[in-house]
């Protein structure tokens, strides 16, 4: 027997697109595969895999370690497939004995034989069996599938039963869902803010569960979680609620002539409570001009 190998180099993509025929032809296409009584390989610094063929006529060939592989044994550090494409033969490793055989018989049949016509029963019955228990062993395993069945009811949407789930688990509610479990409390009482922050936590991506975030942030005089909530929301989608809160915002941190101009844009998008606000806002700066006044 001989061993023949050759040694091929990775290709710069830049390089290759130079290539002619020729050079392509010989950096890629592997010619000699199988020959008599010889194992040809090619050794590629594509991740360093090795393709080969081995073709026994009347001898057993013995797959021997290349120089590159820089080991004892061929497969010392390596994994290695076998397609038999020729008639019946074997492949030993060392106790271990792997018959490659029958493969147009079991192939004929597969693609003869309908299942329900009795093909298993017909490979079962080849040369023995011994072809059907090496599949049974080697191949099948990876080809079942388990078809399952699921059935499941699905409950009518109950607040009372919300409010249970909104303590223990509740990631298992829609936003919409606590949304309409925090109305059943006071506006503006804990149970009503705890929801929102609940919301916001569970889904900290969403814009309108920050939009209500923010606003129970002011409602407790929480200016930094409030600011950080509002930053998470896109004006343009929410602009009459989100200049009211910026305007409530700006108002408690004493920046009276932006919370002025939010306030002004919020009612004119036809929000009430923003108009509440700005009374509120006038308040303010009329105590402050007040206080500016008895100071001097």
């Known amino acids: ?63 021997e370690a290349i120089d590159p592989l820089k080991a004892p044994y061929f497969l010392t550090r390596r994994e290695m497939g076998i397609f038999n494409v020729g008639g019946p033969g074997e492949v030993r490793a060392g106790d271990a004995v792997f018959e490659m055989d029958y493969k147009e018989e079991v192939l004929d049949i597969i693609n003869t034989i309908p299942i329900e016509q009795g093909r298993e029963t017909k490979l079962m019955q080849l040369r023995g069996g011994v072809p059907y228990r090496f599949m049974l062993k080697h191949i099948f395993p990876s080809l079942r599938v388990a078809i399952c069945k699921v059935s499941y009811d699905i409950k009518n949407f109950n607040l009372d039963e919300a409010k249970e789930v909104i303590k223990r688990r509740p990631q298992n509610l829609s936003l919409n869902e606590m949304f309409m479990v925090a109305n059943t409390y006071p506006n503006g009482s804990q149970e009503f803010i705890d929801i929102f922050e609940t919301a916001v ?26 600011e950080r909530y509002l930053a998470k929301v896109r004006s343009e989608k929410y602009p009459a609620e989100y200049n009211n809160a910026m305007g409530v915002l700006t108002l408690m941190e004493g920046e009276y002539e932006a919370s002025e101009e939010y306030l002004k844009t919020a009612v004119g998008l036809g929000l009430k409570a923003a108009g509440d606000n700005l009374e509120e806002l006038a308040k303010k700066k009329t105590n402050a001009a007040d206080i500016e006044r008895r100071n001097k």
């Open 1 to 63: 027997m001989r061993t023949n190998y050759e040694i091929r180099y990775a290709a710069h993509p830049e390089d290759a697109k130079s290539y002619d025929t020729k050079r392509i032809r010989r950096d890629f296409l592997i010619e000699k595969v199988f020959s008599p009584n010889e194992v040809n390989m090619v050794y590629s610094m594509y991740d360093r895999m090795v393709v080969g063929g081995a073709m026994p006529v009347g001898e057993v060939l013995q797959l």
């Open 201 to 226: 936590r569970i889904y900290p991506e969403s814009e309108i569960a920050n939009m209500n975030a923010a606003t129970a942030a002011l409602s407790r005089n929480d200016l930094i979680n409030a």
